[in-house]
């Protein structure tokens, strides 16, 4: 049976605090990298650190499994913006994918409170460029009465307003539902949860997009992910990948992760 790839995402979020760190964790990651060919490594690091990392990676062969990502964008093109970072110049420097709707960035205050519609008009900018969006949905709670998969339908519906059918199998959706999201997370998501959850993903987009368009869009987990649940999320959660917060910054733990994916 043919396989597709997984993808294993590593979210620093604003971590290491110095370049020296950050380089250094990034070698340890580069060692357990070397020999794999199932999966590809998406290193996410504050935006400050990604050109150092692109010249690391700049034609070496032996790194080609290595991607670098950003965790947030401008959806405005360029111009009088203070502080933001354009996918332009994401681009120019050599990143390839996007973390875009993070639920710290959703937060208010400190994620600024970024709703759907932004996280739309993000999307399509960094489609524009070519670049591969990693939306990130999730519920706060589950409620008994099932509504937080309304809650679900809608961001996604939101979320993806006006994407054009020939992109959609571009983006990676990652379900990260809050309440299993670090330190204090309730509990990891068991692989059924996240198996319904993603047939039910799979079945919004299928209407949305009809269900040829939509065969190859990887829907992957986040929220505690560690060495010792990818498996079954593998195997009975039928994942195509992680999205890794605290275990990515652990280059042992982060390289057990990607040894389970490839065996
Ligand atoms: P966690 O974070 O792995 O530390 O739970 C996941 C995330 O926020 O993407």
């Not at 020296?20 to 996410?44: G, P, R, V, W």
């Not at 208010?108 to 489609?127: A, F, R």
Request: proline content about 4%; some cysteine.
């Amino acid at each position: 049976m043919f396989m597709s790839k997984k993808i294993i995402i590593g979210n620093w979020k604003m971590n290491p605090s110095s370049l020296m760190q950050a380089e250094d964790l990034f070698k340890s990651i580069q060692k357990n990298i070397f020999s794999k060919i199932k999966t590809d490594i998406i290193i996410c690091p504050p935006n400050i650190y990604l050109p150092s990392f692109a010249k690391t990676l700049a034609g070496k062969e032996k790194l080609k499994k290595i991607f670098l990502g950003a965790q947030n964008v401008s959806y405005e093109e360029k111009g009088a913006y203070t502080g933001e970072i354009s996918v332009e110049m994401l681009k120019d420097i050599g990143v390839k994918y996007v973390i875009i709707g993070h639920s710290e960035r959703r937060s208010p205050p400190t994620g600024g409170g970024e709703n759907n519609s932004d996280i739309n008009k993000k999307i399509k900018m960094v489609l524009s460029f070519n670049l591969i969006p990693i939306l990130c949905i999730g519920e706060k709670e589950r409620d008994k009465s099932h509504e937080y998969l309304n809650f679900i339908k809608k961001q996604i519906e939101e979320c993806l307003k006006n994407v054009a059918k020939s992109f959609i199998s571009k983006i990676i959706i990652a379900y990260e539902p809050i309440w299993a999201i670090g330190k204090a997370s309730v509990r990891e998501a068991s692989p059924e949860e996240f198996r319904e959850m993603s047939i039910f993903i799979r079945k919004i987009l299928s209407d949305k997009f009809g269900a040829k368009s939509i065969k190859k869009i990887k829907i992957i987990y986040g929220g505690s992910v560690n060495s010792r649940n990818v498996s079954d999320f593998l195997k009975e959660g039928g994942a195509d990948g992680f999205l890794v917060g605290r275990n990515s910054l652990d280059p042992k733990k982060f390289g057990e992760i990607i040894e389970v994916c490839e065996a």
